[in-house]
Nanobody, 123 residues
Framework: QVQLVESGGGLVQPGGSLRLSCATS????????VAWFRQVPGKEREGVSC????????MYSDSVKGRFTMSRDNAKNTVYLQMNSLKPEDTAVYYC????????????????WGQGTQVTVSS
């Protein structure tokens, strides 16, 4: 059974940093790509970053490129999102997602989702 559990969200001031974690089970990070998405009320879910299963190649949306870094620890079955230089517009619920055939930043390419973790950037 595929499961994803996000953690690490919270309240941070503009310019600050947070590291989100996505603990996974029921599949291998060596075979499934994983992506981070975020969503604010009334808006569509936005793809933030993704990492390939085979070689760990990463992709980022233009809105976070240069500020966010996605990584994975296959031994711990965990994926991370290091978020630096946070802005108020980064405020959202952040989700991790996976799929055996998914790749990229479209939410329609992923069938398995975590429950989300709230990130609030405010002074």
């Amino acid at each position: 059974q595929v499961q994803l559990v996000e953690s690490g969200g919270g309240l941070v001031q503009p310019g600050g940093s947070l590291r989100l974690s996505c603990a996974t089970s029921g599949f291998s990070l060596g075979y499934f790509a994983v992506a981070w998405f975020r969503q604010v009320p009334g808006k569509e879910r936005e793809g933030v970053s993704c990492i390939t299963s085979a070689d760990g190649y990463t992709m980022y949306s233009d809105s976070v490129k240069g500020r966010f870094t996605m990584s994975r620890d296959n031994a711990k079955n965990t994926v991370y999102l290091q978020m630096n230089s946070l802005k108020p517009e980064d405020t959202a619920v952040y989700y991790c997602a996976t799929d055996d055939a998914g790749w990229g930043l479209s939410p329609y390419d992923y069938d398995y989702w975590g429950q989300g973790t709230q990130v609030t950037v405010s002074s």
